[in-house]
């Protein structure tokens, strides 16, 4: 397929009006043209390149918004509808309940190669694969942000440390507005120590790379499991400031300011879901995706598919550095198969 065409390298240089005095003339025009051709005037000459530029590219256009891996699947409307299994939940704000975006499979294997362990490890901390699904709240996915190899690994090291995971409870409300962790989220999780793990501290770096954020702003990071059924209702990776619950968390190091969240396995899709029909735009009357073990956001309309070494990455604080609620997220459960994932959290001064 033709290159795309530079502005200027066909049009730029100015056409002169009068022959060149080089070229043969027979009463006053160039010999090569017929007597009874009249000049095209330059906008019907730049019109008709405009015309044969588009034409030439429209499989280009029509490859980009149809394609099923390559880009994020934009619906026709907003698809309302709510997160069935999720009711009653801890944040005050109401979710809006629209998930009109569904960011599906990659196109490339990303990953790299593999490794065998930490001799034979090298830290390479650039990323590709990287697609905007949100400009504010910023909302990102990398495909590929893990290389061969390290979930595995990262799930091999998380396994004997696993325990029920808990939610920083805000603690001063009264009961009726508490939530009860053991029904909100119904996972299973570990936290690493920072900077012991080879693998670890190379994926801290990577992070940082990515975000800009200083390493030592970088929690310890948490691995979570989902057996089929279970799930994370709709919550906030920041502390909620205005609790007095919160602030022993935010003492050491400030808010939470970023998220990424890792996949670390392809999760098993319920029956009749093929894969690659995943990210193709949504009827705007369908239902989310149950079952998958997606990441929801209500309130901005996105939904992130797990898919093996993909972060979903977001702000959790505005431009000017308030708790942003429209970051509001979900684990979904998958039904059909066990999720494991990663948390790397950022916060906004040094960790401790
Ligand atoms: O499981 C997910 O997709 C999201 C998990 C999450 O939001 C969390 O662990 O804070
Ligand atoms: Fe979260």
């Not at 502005?7 to 043209?33: D, V």
């Not at 490859?63 to 801890?90: M, T």
């Amino acid at each position: 397929m033709d290159s795309p065409k530079r502005p200027g390298s066909t049009l730029g240089k100015p056409k002169s009006r009068s022959p060149s005095p080089h070229a043969p003339l027979t009463n006053g025009k160039p010999a090569h043209a017929p007597s009874h051709f009249h000049r095209p005037s330059l906008e019907t000459i730049l019109a008709l390149l405009v015309a044969a530029s588009l034409a030439l590219h429209v499989p280009t256009y029509y490859k980009l918004v149809s394609d099923p891996g390559s880009l994020l699947a934009i619906s026709r409307a907003p698809a309302a509808f709510g997160i069935p299994f999720l009711s009653g939940s801890r944040p005050t704000t109401p979710a809006k309940a629209t998930v009109a975006k569904r960011f599906g499979d990659p196109d490339d294997d990303l990953l790299g190669e593999p490794f065998d362990g930490p001799a034979d490890y090298v830290c390479d901390t650039s990323f590709s694969g990287v697609h905007i699904l949100n400009r504010d709240p910023l909302m990102m996915a990398i495909d590929g942000f893990l290389r061969k190899g390290e979930a595995e690994w990262i799930v091999d090291k998380a396994k004997p440390l696993m325990a029920r995971s808990s939610v920083v409870d805000v603690d001063d409300q009264p009961r009726e507005k508490r939530n009860d962790s053991s029904e909100y989220r119904t996972s299973t999780s570990a936290f690493f120590d920072r900077r012991v793990d080879p693998i670890l501290h190379c994926i801290e770096k990577r992070a940082v790379a990515f975000s800009g954020v200083p390493l030592e702003n970088t929690e310890g990071l948490q691995v979570v499991h989902y057996q089929p059924g279970q799930y994370y209702k709709p919550h906030w990776d920041y502390f909620p400031r205005e609790f007095a619950s919160m602030q022993e968390q935010l003492r050491r190091g400030g808010q939470r300011v970023t998220t990424f969240f890792v996949y670390l396995n392809d999760v098993a899709l319920p029956p009749g879901v093929a894969r690659d029909a995943l990210p193709k735009p949504m009827s705007p009357t369908k239902e989310p995706l149950i079952g998958a073990g997606s990441t929801q956001f209500p309130n901005v309309g996105i939904e992130v598919m797990p898919r093996k070494g993909r972060a979903a990455f977001w702000w959790d604080v505005t431009i000017d550095g308030k708790d942003d609620e429209r970051t509001l997220h979900a684990g979904t459960p998958p039904t059909h198969g066990e999720k494991w994932g990663l948390n790397i959290w950022q916060r906004e001064e040094s960790f401790f």
